[in-house]
């Protein structure tokens, strides 16, 4: 019984941590793509849950394409996926 609930405390610890490192990120980074090295495999777009990435299709090549920024998080699931770096997250532009 001890077990679970230290394991259990430690779980909620680390999600804490992984959430106020996430709003940081999503502060100061924004996702980019780079475009010349995009496939257009599609392998990013499986792994965003918020609807932020869509494939286009051009009559020349399929092309990815980061349609609803304001709904990204940051969490660099997609970026993890790109075998090919297209996509990255840098730092937002200071204004
Ligand atoms: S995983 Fe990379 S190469 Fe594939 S569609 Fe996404 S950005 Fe383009
Ligand atoms: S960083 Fe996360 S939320 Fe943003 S586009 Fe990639 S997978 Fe989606």
Do not use: H, W
């Not at 920024?69 to 699931?77: H, R």
């Not at 970026?79 to 996509?87: G, I, Q």
């Amino acid at each position: 019984m001890k077990i679970i609930i230290i394991s259990s405390l430690v779980l909620v610890i680390l999600f804490i941590i992984k959430e106020i490192f996430r709003k940081k990120n999503k502060a100061t980074k924004m996702l980019y793509l780079n475009q010349e090295r995009c496939t257009g495999c599609g392998a990013c777009l499986k792994k965003c849950r918020r609807n932020v990435l869509a494939i286009t299709d051009n009559k020349s090549r399929k092309l990815i394409e980061i349609q609803n920024p304001i709904n990204c998080t940051v969490c660099n699931d997609c970026v993890r996926a790109c075998k090919f770096k297209a996509l990255s997250l840098v730092d937002k532009p200071i204004k």
